[in-house]
């Protein structure tokens, strides 16, 4: 396979993977194919020219063209999967630094951001912030009512871990700002300013800059 060969989905699974992560390690693996196919969801809700292949599924936003060419990858040896998660092989990483050279800044530093910011989500963490943002998508969800039950105990969780500012951890639990200060004040959880990277981060994730 030659870089110019490659089509946007498969351009994207290769740029994600070889992508710093929350470690900060380049081509850091990536958990499981449950965080490739949201990550890759919101990469493309932030690239106006890639026309958006997801449908809401049984565990929200899910695309069978990135299942498919995640088969493919892994069949042709550019990728692995081991306890780990998913990762490039050597003969992926060599495709995958000859795009990443050829990509612009702003798209480099956008799924990196994506990257970090949903790699070290939990299952649980992942999903209710996925169905928290994109509504839609969570419809056909075989597990949304299980989601809805860990909203609160979720939103605290990614709130302490800097993830989500205040006013969407309390969004995230549909609670009013207010009441949620005063439960996490009540449990001893500090209330923390977010920098501007962080609200950069979180209006990019939720695509609130996307035309």
Known sequence: MEPEETDPVEKYLFLLLYAEGPKKVKSEPIRGDLWVQKEIFLIFRNVPSVEEEFEAYFLGPFSELVDEYTSQLLVSDYISKDSQGIKLTEKGERIASELWEKENNETKL????????????????????????????AEESEVKKEIERKRLPVSISLFKKHKVSLK???????????????????????????TDKELWEELLISGAHNP
């Open 110 to 137: 956008m799924i990196k951001d994506v990257k970090s910011f949903l790699g070290d989500m939990t299952k649980d963490e992942l999903l209710v912030f996925i169905y928290s943002t994109f509504e839609d998508f």
């Open 168 to 194: 969407r951890a309390a969004a995230i639990a549909k609670l009013p700002i207010n009441e949620y200060m005063e439960l996490l004040k009540s449990r001893n959880i500090p209330i923390y300013e977010y």
